[in-house]
Nanobody, 122 residues
Framework: QVQLVESGGGLVQTGGSLRLSCAAS????????MGWFRQALGKEREFVAA????????YYADSVKGRFTISRDNAKKALYLQMNSLKPEDTAVYYC???????????????WGQGTQVTVSS
């Protein structure tokens, strides 16, 4: 099993940056594909980015491509999301999640963190 805890959210102005972190516990972290998802108020949870278990392959939603960067450090059991050039439409609760293999679909992820709020003011 994997337990996940996100941190790093907050309030930022348009054009600003934030770095989200996800701390994992459990011995199998390096065996999992990892993803970041977000859910805005009144909307469904959506894919943001994913990374393979070894970190060599990454995937991004079109809406964040070129602005966000996902990375992981298996030695530290940590997942990161560097978010630059933030826009008001990036406002959401951001979740990290673990899956047997990286995927873009919410349903493929077995383990979820509690989420961290990101608010981008205009």
């Amino acid at each position: 099993q994997v337990q996940l805890v996100e941190s790093g959210g907050g309030l930022v102005q348009t054009g600003g940056s934030l770095r989200l972190s996800c701390a994992a516990s459990g011995r199998s972290f390096s065996h999992y594909g990892m993803g970041w998802f977000r859910q805005a108020l009144g909307k469904e949870r959506e894919f943001v980015a994913a990374v393979s278990w070894i970190g060599g392959t990454t995937y991004y939603a079109d809406s964040v491509k070129g602005r966000f960067t996902i990375s992981r450090d298996n030695a530290k059991k940590a997942l990161y999301l560097q978010m630059n050039s933030l826009k008001p439409e990036d406002t959401a609760v951001y979740y990290c999640a673990a899956s047997p293999r990286e995927d873009l679909r919410v349903a493929k992820y077995n383990y979820w963190g509690q989420g961290t709020q990101v608010t981008v003011s205009s």
